[in-house]
């Protein structure tokens, strides 16, 4: 994936942090189709990081041509959640959300895990009357790392 890198020059234990400027990249937008059914396909549109840098004590994010493809199914208040590049990874076992809220409108659900490398927290959104969705990644450390950092998948459902 190619990476458009922005550098913060806030400190992360500053209480003031910089906007964000415009990303050097658009994605243009497809038109939406509603969600009816109770499986789906995604394909990423877009993908951001944000990532904190050890080394500079400030903040890198990360925003690109998003590449990962999703398959989804709701089976009453569990929602499966697989990506291309976990089943790329030998994984075979989907990840199960909880969700918290389903009608004709919008799916929200939620997946928080804690393992051997630390916890992380997941939450994805569709809007079922266009197909559209944001799929969010976030973990308070990571391995050596002490500080949080968080990605956002921005989707087109079907």
């Known amino acids: 994936m190619r990476f458009v890198k922005i550098v913060l020059a806030a400190v992360l234990l500053?209480?003031?942090?910089?906007?964000?400027?415009?990303?050097?990249?658009s994605v243009r937008m497809p038109p939406g189709v509603p969600i009816h059914d109770t499986a789906m396909a995604c394909q990423a549109l877009l993908?951001?990081?944000i990532?904190?840098?050890?080394?500079?004590?400030?903040l890198e994010t990360e925003t690109g041509v998003g590449t990962d493809k999703l398959a989804i199914e709701i089976h009453g208040s569990v929602l499966r959640f697989m990506t291309q590049a976990s089943v790329g990874a030998g994984q075979a076992t989907a990840a199960e959300f909880q969700i918290l809220h389903n009608d004709n409108e919008v799916l929200v659900a939620v997946n928080?895990?804690?393992?051997?490398?630390g916890s992380?927290?997941?939450s994805l959104l569709v809007n079922k009357k266009n197909g559209l969705a944001v799929w969010t990644k976030s973990r308070p450390s990571f391995l050596v790392d002490?500080?949080?950092d968080t990605q956002t998948h921005y989707l087109r459902c079907q």
């Open 120 to 122: 992380n927290l997941n």
């Open 14 to 25: 500053s209480p003031i942090f910089l906007p964000l400027a415009p990303a050097a990249d």
């Open 112 to 117: 928080y895990q804690r393992g051997a490398l």
């Open 47 to 49: 993908t951001t990081s």
């Open 51 to 58: 990532l904190p840098n050890p080394q500079t004590k400030g």
């Open 146 to 148: 002490e500080e949080p």
